[in-house]
């Protein structure tokens, strides 16, 4: 009997959701019995909360990011399981999470894996009442850990980085439950590909070093002003924007003509030039 594991994930940026299909595709080479079941979370979600938690993140982090930034700050000091702060939010959280609570209690899988930190709370919550037994892993998807990601009990933490790993040690999660793996990235990326082929794809010549100014999925974030701030470096280059799904960044980023590189704004369409 194949084992089955369900990988958890959130819409709420790209990141999470690539990093669990890459998880899904690398079960199938390393172990083709196994049966890998990814969900996105918000779709078992309330529709109130699912719009809330997504919409109202992306909002935030583009239309007021220093606001964004200190309730991040706020959110990330001393947990207080019995603050009423924090009550609210988990209750918050059981009362949106919908059916994801009875996916996790049908009894149909080996192991969970989380790529996002809502469900490893929720799924911690069940087990400390008893209502499920199933063992977790929490691929941390960012480079430093926010205390949210520590949720005990997990068996285990996959992350990307030194910092992450020692920001979770400091809240108390325990060393040998911490491993070191990297943030997951498709199969697809550890294949050799043709270098002189890429750059004539996107445009690129080849006779300069290439930046690559990235802006997460949903293109969120100062990326006219960072490109503008690339383009005015005095050392020569070639710049490659990647825009995500914001169609209308990319239209203003291609409007832009550099004086001395090339540049190519890319979205999820076919890269734009210009000279």
């Keep these: ?23 899904a595709e690398a079960l199938k080479l390393e172990s083709p019995g196994t049966e890998a079941v990814v969900v996105d979370v ?26 964004f930034g200190l309730l991040f700050d706020l959110a990330d000091g001393e947990a207080r399981p019995k603050s009423a702060g924090d009550r609210l939010r988990r209750a918050i959280q059981r009362w949106g999470a919908g059916d994801l609570l009875s996916l996790v209690e049908d009894g149909r ?9 809502l469900a490893p709370e929720l799924i911690a919550a069940l087990r400390h009442r008893g209502r499920v037994s199933v063992p977790q892993l929490t691929v941390v998807t960012d480079y430093d850990a926010h205390r949210i990601w520590a949720q005990e009990p997990t068996e285990r933490y996959c992350v990307g980085s030194a910092t992450a790993a020692a920001s979770l040690r400091a809240r108390g999660v ?7 793996t990297g943030i ?15 750059r004539r794809e996107f445009g690129l010549s080849g006779a300069y070093p290439v930046v690559v100014q990235a802006s997460g999925g949903h293109g969120v974030g100062p990326v006219e002003e960072t490109y503008r701030s690339l383009l005015a470096s005095s050392i020569p280059s070639e710049i490659v924007v990647v825009c995500g799904r914001n169609a209308a960044a990319r239209e203003r980023l291609a409007g832009i003509v550099p004086r001395t590189a090339t540049a190519c704004a890319s979205s999820a369409s076919p890269s734009a030039c210009a000279s």
């Design 174 to 180: 325990p060393a040998r439950a911490i491993a070191l």
């Design 184 to 198: 997951p990235v498709m199969p697809a990326f550890s294949m050799p590909v043709d270098r002189d082929a890429a």
């Design 42 to 67: 918000m779709d078992l979600a309330r529709p109130s909360f699912r719009k809330a938690y997504s919409s109202g993140y992306l909002k935030l982090v583009e239309k007021a990011p220093a606001l």
């Design 1 to 23: 009997m194949s084992e089955r594991i369900l990988i958890l994930h959130a819409s709420v940026g790209a990141g999470h959701t690539r990093a669990a299909k890459a998880v």
């Design 109 to 117: 899988w080996d192991a969970i894996v989380n790529t996002h930190f």
